[in-house]
C-alpha cells in the first residue's frame, strides 16, 4: 500500500507542471477598443517622454565605460 501512495504521489507531482503549462483562456476579445482615445493615449505618452528626455541634463565630460579596462596614463616627465 506504501508503494502505491508513493507512486500515486508522485504522478501528481509530476503533473503540477504540466498543469501550469495548459493554455489559459484569452480574455478581452468581446472588448472593442475606441481608436480615438488609444489614439489620444499614444499622443499624450509621446509628449511625456520627449518632456522628460528635456529634462535630462547635458552631460560635460564625455563618459568612457571601458575606461577601467585601460592602464592609467603614465605621468609626463618635466624636461
Not at 528635456?54 to 565630460?61: G, L, N, Q, V, Y
Not at 563618459?63 to 624636461?79: F, G, L, R, V
Given at each position: 500500500m506504501k508503494t502505491f501512495t508513493f507512486a500515486a504521489v508522485m504522478l501528481a507531482l509530476l503533473a503540477v507542471p504540466a498543469h501550469a503549462q495548459a493554455r489559459r483562456p484569452q480574455g478581452g476579445d468581446d472588448k472593442k477598443v475606441d481608436q480615438k482615445k488609444l489614439q489620444e493615449k499614444q499622443q499624450a505618452d509621446d509628449k511625456a517622454y520627449k518632456a522628460a528626455?528635456?529634462?535630462?541634463?547635458?552631460?560635460?565630460?564625455?563618459?568612457?565605460?571601458?575606461?577601467?579596462?585601460?592602464?592609467?596614463?603614465?605621468?609626463?616627465?618635466?624636461?
Open positions: 528626455l528635456e529634462r535630462i541634463p547635458d552631460s560635460k565630460e564625455k563618459y568612457d565605460p571601458w575606461s577601467i579596462t585601460k592602464p592609467a596614463e603614465p605621468a609626463k616627465k618635466p624636461k
